[in-house]
């Protein structure tokens, strides 16, 4: 196991922001570089057109996720992330999806160093309430399980230790205000890390504040010293404020981050959660 701070393995990340003048999605922001114009990645068609996330893997090294931000069924913006995996990476994407018997199913995934995971999960099944799908199904928000490999929650905790499996994250795409579509679940290790941090805010009853729900930091990482962020004030509050996602690539405008950016992190992204057309949560990625 690394004694160090293991680099995220996300090699690139890329939004798309729907422009009202232009009547489409743009590019807006990404790392290393922003997308230019419309986008043009058959992934991110089937997203947004069929509302909800995909999965695919162009080659051996590689596996491409794909997210539409949906307010009421209407998608505002798009994400994509691009994963390098290299040779002993492990790592797993999800894509679970309600069943007729209203449960739900693994309907997309890639897998990497994960056998026992990859012949295991097309036989489970979670209901509503259970282990980190039917959880974050439940919850109508994004979910963190830091430790996943140890929590009651994580149905498959064992095979999790077997695996050195460590974080999980599992993010909600809502059809409408009360239908989910999927749930998108990332599963990495210490040693291969999907982000180096990862956070989910909420904001107060009167909007004017957001509060740290959930976070998970990779190992090493030391967490900054914020629990509450002012409406409209750094990436949170910005984010929050505008309803699109936000990214940033160093601390200027965000002076809290300070210590993100000090231990490695090349950007970070905040993306809003919504149900129906309600903002119920921001989503922040480190990577």
Known sequence: MTTTIAPSVLSSVHVWIYNENAGQLVGA????????????????????SERRSAIRCP????????????????????????????????????????TDRDELGLAESAYRGLAHFETISPYVKFPRGSGLPGETWDDRKSRIIARIDQAKAFMRAAGARKEG?????????????????????FLSTVDFPFQQAMETWAPSQDQTELRLVQS????????????????????????????????????????????????????????????????????????
């Open 29 to 48: 922001c990404g790392y290393p570089e922003s997308p230019a114009g419309p986008p043009n990645h058959e992934l991110i068609h089937v997203s947004v």
């Open 59 to 98: 080659d051996q090294n590689t596996i491409e996720i794909a997210l539409p931000i949906l307010i009421t069924n209407e998608v505002v913006a798009a994400v994509l992330f691009t994963v390098h995996t290299p040779e002993d990476c492990k790592i797993a994407l999800e894509r679970w999806s309600r």
């Open 165 to 185: 499996l460590r974080y999980g994250l599992g993010v909600p795409i809502m059809a409408t205000e009360h239908e989910l579509e999927c749930v998108l679940v």
């Open 216 to 287: 998970s930091y990779a190992v090493g990482i030391s967490p900054p010293q914020r629990s509450i962020v002012n409406y409209g004030e750094g990436i949170v509050g910005q984010c929050y404020a505008s309803r699109i996602p936000v990214m940033m690539h160093n601390a200027d405008d965000d002076h809290s981050l300070v210590p993100l950016f000090d231990q490695g992190a090349r950007f970070a992204l905040a993306m809003p959660i919504f149900n129906g057309d309600r903002l119920v949560q921001v989503l922040t990625l480190f990577g």
